[in-house]
């Protein structure tokens, strides 16, 4: 009894960091997971908002890792209330794009808005998504 | 601030109390053990009508401590630095629902609290910075409470308790600015813990007023993403009700 406790207890410590990979990056019957990075490059703290979750009082620099599928979804993005600031902007946001890409916030005449920053891929320029 | 330690150490003392042999403040029993398992038989005898309860209550909740601070407090972004003393979470208060039975001395209570808490100075401090919010707090505190009768001196007594349970914060901050609303992910669903002290009297055949006090803790309590300080719940509970004993009214 002991022994089949110790196999299983063996077999399962071995398979669980796999199951954990294919977790993160796995294509299920709904489609593809993945994380999107996203920086908050404005002097403020932001809030990003997405049908699944909710990011409250990012800190400048701050870089989230955002849960998404291969279905685009909207990211919400807004200067946090109380700054003297209000500026919001949105983007849809999917799997697709590469992995070594962040979407990085910024504020700029008095408005937010968001880009791709490629900086960490090769052979690949920033795009605007405004 | 720096009431904490104070209020730990009345914890603590309330803990030491209410574990400690329950033959104190000269309550029958202290004579021996056999004297005391007489003085709960004929307690037992006397209020078999006083065996099951419910109550109602009106209370007062006062959060302390730093879950009530806001994530802004005392951080600078843009041009503007926050003070030190902005605050997310304010007073409140709300109902209380108690079932329970009573056994000689010991007293063991279901207990809910609901109620709603004040945003602090937060929305009016937003309000102040060009952000038109409206922020709507409730709080939900369910526990399992044993007391023990400390002293009874006619139709007056008093009780220490002690109880655990599971507490829930709920926030949602609404934004006429971006017209969007969005509750707060930072309020985690906490084990909660509480020891306090109550005083009775008899005001009515079945029917007891009841002032109860009590310190409580949620752990985790709030959590910060990017924050790593420790946000434990601690507030102040003052309530007043009835404790009704149904079994009364039928004898």
Known sequence: MRHTLY???????????????VGLFSCTVDGCRCTVRVRNQTPYFVHLLTPEEIWLYVAPSEVKALKADE????????IAPGQGVNAQCATSFA??????EVIELYFENRSLHMRLDSSGCQDEGGSDLD | ????????????????????????LGAPGSEGPDAASDWAREEE????????????????????????????????SGEVTHPNDLTQVGPGGGGILELGARYGRHVFTIQLDAGVLTPGTWQSYARQHGSDISVSLSK??????????????????????????YMVVLGTEESRDYRLAYAYPFFRHSFSARAGICAGLEVARGADLLVTFDESLGVPGVEYENDSST?????????????????????
């Not at chain 1, 196999?7 to 990979?21: C, D, G, N, S, V």
């Not at chain 2, 601030?1 to 104190?24: D, K």
């Not at chain 2, 099951?52 to 600078?76: C, D, I, K, V």
């Open chain 1, 7 to 21: 196999e299983i207890w063996k077999i399962a410590r071995t398979t669980a960091p796999l199951i954990a990979l």
């Open chain 1, 71 to 78: 279905k685009p979804a909207e990211l919400q993005a807004l």
């Open chain 1, 95 to 100: 799997c697709d794009s590469s992995s070594c």
């Open chain 2, 1 to 24: 601030m720096r009431r904490e330690p104070a209020r730990i150490l009345l914890l603590g003392m309330l803990l030491v109390s209410i574990t400690a042999p329950v033959r104190v």
């Open chain 2, 45 to 76: 005898d006397r209020d078999g009508a006083h065996r099951f309860f419910l109550g109602l209550h009106g209370g007062f909740h006062l959060p302390y401590g730093p879950w009530t601070e806001h994530r802004l407090a005392g951080e600078s």
């Open chain 2, 140 to 165: 939900w505190d369910l526990n399992a409470i044993w007391g023990v009768e400390l002293l009874r001196v006619s139709s007056f007594f008093i009780q220490a308790r002690l109880g655990l349970g």
């Open chain 2, 231 to 251: 946000r434990l719940y601690l507030g102040t509970t003052f309530s007043l009700g009835l404790r009704l004993w149904p079994l009364a009214w039928l004898q």
